[in-house]
């Protein structure tokens, strides 16, 4: 509980230090229509179980919808201007503090089936100095809804194999269903983490055990369909794609816009290269990059280490193969991730964390002697020194592996996701600048009518005299500008802006050409 507060505390450290993010308005909205009308009918690719959770705070503070043009005019309208808008947008994400607490105890009690109480422990470390975790807990997203509740139904299928109860099936059912409206990509993730532990497993005769709990798995599926109805409010309607009237056609017609979505894929960058449709490898290289790297060697070093991993928990004894459990589950969501082409960031891949923390967790309790020992010691520290280095940057976060230049593997999501635009304004207003040459990322946010000093538009292949900055996403993903690419920028916020100063006589030099002088 020590270790979860810990987090707690520095994740709601966050939710005023940064303006919100691209897709928070668009959370909120949403979520705030389901519980002012009980309907759902904004934009439908984003399930409702994280929207709505998010729109708690702010609908008792007193919020209500108000039909609005889209979604994200409807979010810039709840959130308002000055000290109303901190305070709603922390309210909105103090949301997420719930799945982060789920996340946490599911890490928890999984780390204590596999390892022992030691383990979970170690377990619950780790996953709570998780930069990505700790970054996306603190946002009005549906990123850390889908982390929370894909494991903690992968952990319930578990307590469900062993004892396949009534309540159990029940628990089970609801679980699921829970993740698969949290976030479409759950659809995917669960059945391949399934399998790949069914493997690891090795049932004697899963199709004569399958049978043999026909009913159950019965009920579960009742169960699922049940809740995703009940969640879509117990709607009925048609879904055009299928020419058919189903209940719940919001979840059906959301799942089809995701696939297309998809199928045409999204402009990303990786590893200062562009891609209109994405990168195959992508998701495995943005997690190498974003995860702490005491984490990855643990993981690395953890076959070596489990080796002696305690088989009891005082006279129990641990469930075969319970180590390899949660590595499966972790691998099976990294490979299956691949095939997709919508690449925007490791936020798509937080319930990988789950399952790695577990296997770090045992890792960690079962090192034997006092080189292991002390190499796991190391690594702890280092892990948890990491990511105290990175605050409040937990969103631009990543190792040590970039060398202090992440722009030069990553952008979107991973950088820049719109949330430095309040902290800009204000180190423009505490070096007496009075206007900007700049294209922002999060152009909304100044649209949304928050002071900002006034803002140029940018020139693609020269700066402008004064001030200038650009958006990590907009300036790698997009090109826009260019001449960033010849000039080191002279200040950085926090990752994701970068911001240049030129006097009249160092913008000649730069446009003959010659190296700039940097002005401080």
């Known amino acids: 509980m020590a270790l979860v507060l810990a987090g707690t505390a520095r994740i709601a450290s966050t939710w005023t230090v940064f303006n919100h993010v691209i897709d928070e308005p668009d959370t909120i909205a949403p979520g705030m229509e389901y519980l002012s009308t009980g309907r759902f009918l904004y934009e439908d ?3 409702p179980v994280g929207r709505v959770v998010s729109a708690i705070g702010p609908f008792l503070a007193g919020e209500r919808f108000h039909p609005g043009p889209n979604s994200y005019s409807e979010g810039y309208r709840i959130l308002g201007h000055g000290e109303h808008y901190d305070r709603i947008l922390a309210l909105a994400r103090s949301g997420s503090l719930i799945f982060f607490w789920i996340a946490s105890l599911v890490t928890y009690l999984w780390a204590m089936r596999a390892g022992g109480p030691f383990a979970a422990v170690l377990a619950t470390l780790v996953f709570t100095t998780i930069p990505p975790i700790l970054a996306h807990s603190g946002l009005a997203t549906t990123d850390s809804s889908l982390c929370a509740m894909t494991a903690a139904a992968a952990l319930s299928s578990l307590y469900w194999t062993e004892l396949p109860t009534r309540r159990n099936s029940i628990v089970l059912g609801v679980l699921i269903a829970l993740a698969f409206c949290s976030k479409f990509s759950a659809i995917l993730y669960l059945p391949t983490a399934w399998a790949l532990m069914l493997i690891v497993s090795r049932p004697a005769n899963l199709f004569r ?14 169960t699922i369909a049940l809740t995703i109805w009940a969640i879509y409010a117990f709607t009925f309607g048609r879904v055009d794609f299928l020419h058919l009237r189903l209940p719940a056609p919001r979840f059906f017609s959301g799942i089809h816009s995701v696939w297309l979505h998809s199928q045409r894929g999204h402009p990303a960058y990786l590893f200062g290269r562009r891609s209109a449709i994405g990168f195959w490898y992508y998701f495995p290289s943005v997690f190498a990059l974003k995860t702490p790297l005491a984490m990855l060697l643990l993981v690395i070093l953890s076959p070596f280490l489990l080796r002696n991993v305690r088989q009891t928990i005082g006279s129990h004894r641990l469930p075969a193969g319970s180590a390899l459990l949660p590595a499966a589950f972790s691998i099976g969501i990294l490979l299956i991730s691949m095939r997709g082409h919508i690449d925007l960031g490791v936020r798509y891949l937080l319930p990988v964390y789950v399952g790695f923390a577990v296997v770090c967790g045992c890792a960690a309790a079962s090192a034997r002697g006092w080189i292991p020992k002390l190499a796991v010691a190391v690594l702890l520290a280092w892990q ?5 280095l990175a605050h409040p940057n937990y969103l631009a976060y990543t190792n040590e592996i970039t060398a202090g230049d992440p722009e030069r593997f990553l952008a979107d999501s991973d950088l820049d996701w719109g949330q430095d635009m309040k902290r800009l304004n204000q180190f423009l207003l505490d070096h007496h600048a009075t ?5 922002p990322f999060n152009r909304t946010y100044a649209m949304a009518g928050h002071d900002m000093l006034p803002m140029r538009p940018a020139a693609p292949d020269h700066p402008s ?9 907009l300036w790698k993903v997009f090109g826009d500008p260019a001449w960033p690419d010849r000039i080191p920028p002279q200040y950085k916020i926090g990752n994701s802006i970068f911001v240049w100063h030129f006097p009249d006589d160092a913008l000649g030099a730069v446009r003959r050409g010659e190296r700039p002088v940097t002005f401080r």
Do not use: K, M, Y
Request: glycine share 6%.
């Open 45 to 47: 690719t984003h399930p």
């Open 209 to 222: 055990e399958a049978w043999s709990r026909r009913r159950q798995i019965a009920l579960i599926a009742a």
């Open 384 to 388: 948890i020194i990491s990511g105290d």
């Open 435 to 439: 206007q900007v040459t700049f294209d």
């Open 465 to 473: 005299p004064g001030w200038n900055a650009a958006s990590i996403t």
